[in-house]
């Protein structure tokens, strides 16, 4: 049977592909999982949604500076706001995310 080598790896549903502006998620910030990927180093956020599907939230410049300032546990609203482009011309993707480090559940 095929298996990570990572000790954080968890399954999850993408959720930050395909989407349109405005689209949100919300839930539990569960864990972080970093690893090599396909475009190099990725961060992956698990954010645990109220029905308790886990879904995997792919780093980007914008998200990996919010999410720094956030502790695991935390409940997190993400929405996605659109695209920019970067100082260095490349077309990126942003987001707000607000949180509650004072969530239990």
């Known amino acids: 049977m095929r298996k990570s080598a990572s000790v954080n790896y968890e ?12 689209d ?9 999982d970093e690893f090599e990927g396909n475009f190099g180093h990725t961060t992956k956020y698990v954010i645990e949604a109220e029905d308790g599907t886990k879904y995997g939230v792919y780093g980007s410049a914008s998200l990996n500076r919010q999410f720094a300032k ?36």
């Open 24 to 32: 949100k998620l919300e839930g539990v910030y569960t864990s972080k």
């Open 70 to 105: 956030i502790p695991t546990g935390s409940y997190v609203w993400i929405e996605y706001t659109g695209e920019t482009t970067s100082q260095n011309g490349r077309i990126v993707k942003t987001y707000t995310v607000d949180f509650d480090d004072e969530y239990e559940k």
């Open 11 to 22: 399954k999850t549903t993408t959720w930050n592909t395909n989407l349109t502006i405005g």
